[in-house]
C-alpha cells in the first residue's frame, strides 16, 4: 500500500510529496486485516474529541478491540472519551474513567483496602494512552503524570499505573499501552518507550505481538517550523501485553 509522507525540503515554500510504499501484509485468518506493525491509517474515526491535547484517535483502538473480541474494558485514562465510544459502537461493557474525574491510576487506595473502586480482577483489556511525561501538560492536578518534576518521578508513577493495570486484568487478559519517546528540554531524548516495556516486563505481564508503530497522523508538531535541527518523531508505539 503507498502512503503520502509530506516533508519540507531545503528552502522549499510548500511540503514536499512523497510516496512511501509499505510492505505488503501476508494474508492470515486476522479478523482485522488491516491491523499489522505499521499502522497507517490517517482518518480520525468518529471518537472521542480530536481537539483534546494528545487524543490520538480510536480507530486503532477499534481495530484491536476487533481483533482481541474482550468482554469487559478498563479505560482508566479516558480523556476525550475515545476508548468509551468506540466500546459503546463495539457493544462492549467498559469502565472509564479519568484524573479529570478524581481517578488517579496511580494511587493504589483506588485498588486496595476497605474504600478501593477496584479491589478484583475483572477486565480482559485494559486500554491506556498515558502523558509522554511533560511534553504535554494535560490535568492540573499535581498528581497528573505530566506533571511528574522529574523523569524518575514520572517512571515511579508509571510503574505503579502499569501494575495497578495487571493487577485487575484477568489471567490471559490483554494489556494495550501507547507510548512515545521524546526530546526533553532537560533531560535530552528520553526512551519512554523501552522505560515502558521494562517496567510491564518487571509487573509479570508478557508480549503478546509485535509492535504496533502508529504514524503520528494530525500531531500538532507537524504544523510548527522549528529553528533547530533534529530528527523528527513520526510515530509512537502501541505495546500488547498478555497477563
Same mark, same amino acid.
Given at each position: 500500500?503507498?502512503?503520502?509522507?509530506?516533508?519540507?525540503?531545503?528552502?522549499?515554500?510548500? %511540503?514536499?510529496?512523497? +510516496?512511501?510504499?509499505?510492505?505488503?501484509? =501476508?494474508?492470515?485468518? *486476522?479478523?482485522? !486485516?488491516? /491491523?499489522?506493525?505499521?499502522?497507517?491509517?490517517?482518518?480520525?474515526?468518529?471518537?472521542?474529541?480530536?481537539?483534546?491535547?494528545?487524543?490520538?484517535?480510536?480507530?486503532?483502538?477499534?481495530?484491536?478491540?476487533?481483533?482481541?473480541?474482550?468482554?469487559?474494558?478498563?479505560?482508566?485514562?479516558?480523556?476525550?472519551?475515545?476508548?468509551?465510544?468506540?466500546?459503546?459502537?463495539?457493544?462492549?461493557?467498559?469502565?472509564?474513567?479519568?484524573?479529570?474525574?478524581?481517578?488517579?491510576?496511580?494511587?493504589?487506595?483506588?485498588?486496595?483496602?476497605?474504600?478501593?473502586?477496584?479491589?478484583?480482577?475483572?477486565?480482559?483489556?485494559?486500554?491506556?494512552?498515558? %502523558?509522554?511525561?511533560? +511534553?504535554?501538560?494535560?490535568?492540573?492536578? =499535581?498528581?497528573?503524570? *505530566?506533571?511528574? !518534576?522529574? /523523569?524518575?518521578?514520572?517512571?515511579?508513577?508509571?510503574?505503579?499505573?502499569?501494575?495497578?493495570?495487571?493487577?485487575?486484568?484477568?489471567?490471559?487478559?490483554?494489556?494495550?499501552?501507547?507510548?512515545?519517546?521524546?526530546?526533553?528540554?532537560?533531560?535530552?531524548?528520553?526512551?519512554?518507550?523501552?522505560?515502558?516495556?521494562?517496567?510491564?516486563?518487571?509487573?509479570?505481564?508478557?508480549?503478546?505481538?509485535?509492535?504496533?508503530?502508529?504514524?503520528?497522523?494530525?500531531?500538532?508538531?507537524?504544523?510548527?517550523?522549528?529553528?533547530?535541527?533534529?530528527?523528527?518523531?513520526?510515530?509512537?508505539?502501541?505495546?500488547?501485553?498478555?497477563?
Amino acid at each position: 500500500m503507498n502512503i503520502v509522507n509530506p516533508f519540507y525540503a531545503a528552502y522549499a515554500s510548500e %511540503p514536499v510529496q512523497l +510516496m512511501a510504499k509499505l510492505p505488503r501484509a =501476508p494474508i492470515n485468518g *486476522s479478523p482485522v !486485516p488491516g /491491523l499489522t506493525s505499521l499502522y497507517h491509517n490517517d482518518a480520525p474515526g468518529e471518537f472521542g474529541d480530536r481537539s483534546y491535547p494528545g487524543n490520538c484517535g480510536g480507530n486503532l483502538i477499534h481495530d484491536l478491540l476487533q481483533f482481541f473480541k474482550p468482554k469487559h474494558v478498563f479505560d482508566p485514562m479516558s480523556g476525550s472519551g475515545t476508548c468509551r465510544d468506540v466500546c459503546l459502537d463495539l457493544g462492549i461493557e467498559h469502565w472509564s474513567s479519568d484524573i479529570h474525574d478524581g481517578f488517579d491510576l496511580s494511587d493504589p487506595r483506588n485498588f486496595f483496602g476497605d474504600n478501593a473502586l477496584l479491589e478484583r480482577r475483572m477486565f480482559d483489556f485494559v486500554w491506556i494512552h498515558p %502523558p509522554y511525561w511533560r +511534553m504535554k501538560l494535560y490535568a492540573s492536578n =499535581p498528581d497528573d503524570l *505530566s506533571r511528574a !518534576p522529574t /523523569l524518575e518521578d514520572f517512571l515511579e508513577r508509571c510503574a505503579r499505573v502499569i501494575g495497578h493495570c495487571a493487577y485487575v486484568l484477568k489471567p490471559g487478559g490483554k494489556f494495550a499501552i501507547l507510548m512515545g519517546d521524546y526530546s526533553d528540554r532537560e533531560r535530552g531524548f528520553v526512551p519512554l518507550t523501552y522505560h515502558t516495556k521494562r517496567l510491564a516486563f518487571e509487573s509479570g505481564l508478557t508480549q503478546t505481538c509485535t509492535d504496533i508503530i502508529r504514524f503520528s497522523h494530525g500531531a500538532s508538531s507537524s504544523r510548527k517550523v522549528y529553528r533547530s535541527s533534529f530528527i523528527p518523531g513520526l510515530h509512537d508505539v502501541c505495546a500488547v501485553f498478555t497477563k
